[in-house]
C-alpha cells in the first residue's frame, strides 16, 4: 500500500504542481501563466502514458473522464479518449489457479476443451474459449488480486481528492470527487460475475421479443463471482466495417438498429448496458448485434428518462427555451449558469449541426472550441448521468469511425417521437400537468423577482471568462499605469538634478528616457477584447470554412 502511494504520489505530483502553475505563478498566489497550445497537448499526451502505467482503476476512471467536457479541456480530452482498456494477458497457469480455486478442482474436469490463448485480455479480466457439455462457450476469468489493487488505489484516489479539495477550491475537483464515488460503486459491480449474470437476466427479459439483438446464453452452474461462462457466438466486430461488407452485411442497417436498441434502453428500458466499447459488440451473419460484457450496467429512473426524452425532443424542434430547463432539470447545469450563455451556445450548435454535409470531425471540432468557453463554468453533470454520457459518446464514435458524416441524433429523433407519442397516448393528461407545473413555477419565480427587488437584493451574475478576461484588462491597465507614472517620475528625478548641478546631458538623456516610455505607454495599443465573444469567432470562421481555434485550455 506504501509502495503504491508513492509510486501513485510521484507520477501525479509533477502535473498537480505544472496544473496549479497555470492558475498561479507561485502555485497558491500570483497571476497565471500563458500557456502554448502546444504545450497543453505535450502535457496531455505525457498524463496519457502515465496513466497507462498505473494499471487498470487510473485506466477505466480514464475512461469515463475522456467523455466529461466540465471536467477537463478539450484538448485533454481528445488524448485520454485514445487510452484502451488492453493489457498484457495473465498466463494460463494463473488461470488455471483461479478455476481451481472457485471450482474446488482442475480446470481439466470443467471443460472438456479449453484453449490457451485468450480471445481478449482486459484489465479486470480475460476471456478464453472452451468446451462445457459440448457447447462452445467463452469463460471470462477474473485476474488474480485486482480486488486488492482496486481497493487500494481507490483509497489513495479519494484521499488525493481530499487533500486537493481543502487546498483548492474549484467545481472541476467537486464534479471529479462525483464521478470518483460513482466509479468506486460500479467497479466492485463490474468484478462481481455473478452480479454481470444477473444484469445478463435482465437484459434477456427486456429484449425479448427483439429479432435484432441477442442477449447471450449463461451457466450459472459454474458462474462465480470471479468466472463468468457464457455460450460462445461467431460474430464480426462491429468496426470491422471491411469484413462485414465482404459478408454482405447492410452497415447502415446495422448502426441504425444499434441507435434504436440504446435508445430505447435509455429512455423506455432505464436499464443500460454502458460499456459498449466495439470490443463489446458483435454482428452475426444475419445481421443480429451481440452485445457481451455486462459489468457495467446503470440505471435511470422514471423521472429521468422523461426528462431526457422531452430535453431531445425540445432540441429538435428547436425549442431552446424547453432545453434549457431540461438542461437545468437533469442537473447538467447549475442553475446559477446564464440562461442566456446557455441559449447562445445551444442556438449555434444547433445552427452548425443542420448544416449540409458538415462532417462529424468539424462537429466535434466546433463542439471543443464551444467546451473551451464553458470549461469556466460550474457544470456538475449528476452522477446517474456519467455514463449514460459516456455510452452515448461510445456508440456515436462506432458510427464515425464508419462514415464520416454520421449523426446520431437525425437518426434517434423520429424514434423519441414514437416514444413521446406512446408516453401521451398512455397519459393524455400529462402534457396539461406539465404545462400547470410551468405556470405555477413562472408564478413562484415572478413573486420572488418582486420581493428580491423589494428588498434592494437584485444580483446579476457574469460569465466566468468575461470575469477571467476583465481581471486580465484591468491588469494591463494598471501595469500600463505604474509604468507611465515611472517615466513621469525619471524626469521630475532628473529636472531636480538638473537645477542643482546643471548637468545637461543627464537632463537630455533622463527626458529622452522619460518621453520614450510615455510614448510607448501612448502608442502601444492594449487590448479590448474581453467578455464572450466565443459565438462570433465561430460564426466567422465557418463563413471563411476555417479549422478550429488553437487557443490553451483555461
Known sequence: MIRRSLKIFWTAFPFIVSIALDLHRFIFFGPGRDRTFEFHVSRARKLTQKIAMLGPSFIKLTQVLSTRSDILPPIYLAELSKLHDEVPPISLEAVKEVIKAEYQRPFDEVFEQFEAQPLAAASLGQVHRARYHGIEVAVKVQRPGIHELVADDLSIIQGLLGILNRLFNSYQL??????????????????????????????????????????????????????????????????????????????????????????????????????????????????????VDYGLVVELDHETRHELIETTMAGARRDFDRLIEGYYN??????????????????????????????????????????ESFYAFPFELPSNLVYIFKTAALVEGIGTQYRYDFNAVKDIVPLVKQMLRAEQELNPCKRVEEELKTLRGLYRDAVEVLRTLRREDLRFRIHPVSISQTERYVARVFRRTIVAMAGVMIAIVVSILYVYNQNLPVLVGGLSVSGLILLGVIAIPISTTYGFNLWVDVGKRKKKGKGPMPGPPR
Open 174 to 291: 467537486r464534479s471529479l470527487q462525483v464521478v470518483v464515488d460513482e466509479f468506486s460503486r460500479t467497479i466492485y459491480e463490474e468484478m462481481d460475475f455473478e452480479h454481470e449474470s444477473h444484469n445478463i437476466r435482465r437484459f434477456q427479459e427486456l429484449m425479448k421479443g427483439r429479432p435484432d439483438i441477442v442477449i447471450p446464453e449463461f451457466f450459472p452452474e459454474v458462474t462465480t463471482p470471479r468466472i463468468l461462462v457464457i455460450r460462445f457466438y461467431h460474430g464480426i466486430k462491429i468496426t470491422e466495417f471491411e469484413q462485414l461488407k465482404q459478408a454482405g452485411i447492410n452497415i447502415d442497417r446495422v448502426l441504425r438498429h444499434l441507435i434504436e436498441i440504446y435508445a430505447k434502453q435509455i429512455l423506455m428500458d432505464g436499464v443500460v448496458h454502458a460499456d459498449p466499447h466495439p470490443g463489446n459488440i458483435l454482428v452475426t451473419q444475419d445481421e443480429k448485434i451481440v452485445l
Open 330 to 371: 437533469l442537473g447538467i447545469a447549475n442553475r446559477e449558469v446564464s440562461t442566456t450563455i446557455l441559449r447562445e451556445a445551444a442556438e449555434t450548435m444547433f445552427d452548425i449541426l443542420s448544416e449540409e454535409g458538415i462532417t462529424q470531425r468539424r462537429v466535434q471540432e466546433i463542439a471543443f472550441e464551444v467546451l
